[in-house]
């Protein structure tokens, strides 16, 4: 398409350009896959957490959209809360449903990740194992 700072006569047109930019970018994001990151947070949360930001950043590397429900859901809502952890978990699950892919990080699989797997599966939805280093693996049972 091609984005120009001047309209067809020649004159300066931000207005237009930025808009047309803006529509370009929506569309280059709406045909990149949107891959659910699933990976431990609790325990040492500090580094899950660190971890998952890592997870993140290598999504987007591979030109995708990344989802990662435990650096939201923790933000807003009480994790020590039993209530509160079941809604974030079943929140993510809602947004699982609108991923391409989930994308299962690191050799263990918490009682949060295995929820998620699990709904994977049932929307078969396809499943890409990494290692905490981003290398392809095996499934994770």
């Not at 949360?45 to 989802?67: D, H, M, Q, S």
Request: net charge neutral.
């Amino acid at each position: 398409m091609g984005v120009n700072l001047y309209n067809s006569e020649g004159y300066l047109d931000p207005t237009a350009y930025e808009a047309i930019k803006n529509i370009e970018e929506e569309i280059k994001l709406e045909k990149k896959k949107v891959v659910f990151i699933c990976s431990p947070y609790a325990g040492d949360i500090e580094l899950n957490t660190e971890r998952a930001k890592r997870y993140g950043r290598f999504a987007i590397t591979k030109n995708t959209v990344p989802f990662i429900p435990h650096l939201l859901y923790p933000q807003l809502l009480d994790e020590n809360d039993m209530d509160e952890r079941n809604l974030g978990i079943s929140m993510g699950i809602r947004m699982l449903s609108l991923c391409h892919e989930l994308w299962v990080f690191g050799e263990r699989v918490s009682s949060g990740m295995a929820v998620e797997i699990a709904k994977a599966k049932a929307l078969k939805i396809p499943i890409k194992n990494f290692t905490i280093h981003c290398k392809p693996r095996k499934e994770v049972e």
